[in-house]
């Protein structure tokens, strides 16, 4: 397997002083937001991570290799180049043996991670079931890898492009916790609630850490959902985000774009929409997650050491 990983320095150090490491995604920088936003949000992430305690692991697939940990030039040569592949479950083996560069979604960063021997993973929020899935079958591969994978991921809910109730169906017939980081219902990305209920609340890293800790030392395997609501101050309201989605799911089916298509389109035009402001939600939102996530992989190392 080591024959694939290629761990930063500050990452293997990490590991080998036994120090808490927090996973990152790619496919923020490489598909979720435009030069140079896109590179001063990844390291302005990595560095809440670093000052509460963790250290980041960016995760990219480069030059044959699965990259845990991505150094400055890296990083900011994957916030620049082109037609990087969106890389998830299906294709990872073939861009690592083709050499291509991939940027990871959830799922395959998720994967990832787990090979690492990381088990807390931040982003901006999962993927789920799409709306109409009951009949195109369009269900984010996130959601299956959140049922077989051990790792912890931190987001701030799912997209309301997607269909929350059939979303939070899926990860329940599948055994994925769902933890409402100070919140009983779980977040919509743009905005703090929505009208579903999470499964559990939690209201201190301590109590997620222990949650986590018991469920994978009763070999219950897969992942869970620390699901942690955008700040206040950075949350669009319910009516706006509704109704700018609304139209761009209009103007997606209008143009019959479809698969893994729908949802750069459908980030892009609600950006468009709001005239940027859901652009900076996001960036408010991954920031918070890495603030939470950052404490919740301490607390996570503290019970193993």
Not at 28 to 38: L, T, V
Not at 82 to 107: C, F, H, M, N
Not at 117 to 137: D, K, P
Not at 245 to 256: K, M, P, R, V, Y
Request: net charge negative; hydrophobic share 45%; aromatic share 4%.
């Amino acid at each position: 397997m080591n024959q694939y990983l290629a761990l930063s320095e500050e990452v293997k150090e990490a590991k080998e002083q036994g120090k808490p490491v927090v996973a990152l995604e790619s496919t923020i920088i490489s598909h979720g937001m435009p030069y140079p936003k896109n590179v001063e949000t990844a390291r302005a992430v990595e560095q809440i991570i670093r000052d509460h305690g963790a250290v980041p692991a960016t995760i990219a697939i480069m030059d044959g290799k699965i990259k845990i940990g991505l150094s400055d030039a890296e990083l900011e040569n994957f916030g620049q180049a082109e037609g990087i592949a969106k890389v998830s479950r299906r294709d990872l083996p073939y861009l690592v043996a083709t050499g291509q560069k991939g940027a990871t979604t959830v799922a395959a960063t998720m994967i990832c991670a787990e090979l690492a021997g990381i088990r807390t993973f931040v982003t901006g929020g999962i993927g789920g079931v799409h709306r109409g899935a009951e009949t195109s079958m369009d269900i984010s591969a996130d959601l299956e890898e959140l049922a077989k994978t051990n790792v912890a991921v931190i987001c701030a809910g799912a997209k309301s492009i997607l269909d929350l109730g059939l979303t939070m169906e899926y990860l329940e017939t599948n055994g994925v916790p769902v933890i409402g980081y100070e919140t009983d219902v779980l977040p919509a990305f743009y905005t703090r609630t929505s009208e579903f209920p999470v499964n559990f609340r939690a209201d201190d890293p301590e109590t997620v850490a222990a949650a986590l800790n018991t469920k994978w030392d009763l070999g219950l395997s897969g992942g869970a959902v620390v699901a942690n609501p955008i700040p206040e101050a950075h949350a669009i309201n319910e009516a706006e985000i509704t109704a700018v989605i609304d139209q761009a799911l209009t103007e997606a089916e209008a143009n019959s774009i479809n698969g893994k298509d729908v949802t750069p389109f459908l980030l892009a035009k609600v950006e468009e929409l709001t005239g940027g402001k859901s652009l900076d939600a996001n960036i408010a939102l991954v920031k918070h997650n890495a603030h939470v996530g950052a404490d919740i992989a301490v607390k996570l190392a503290d019970n193993l050491n």
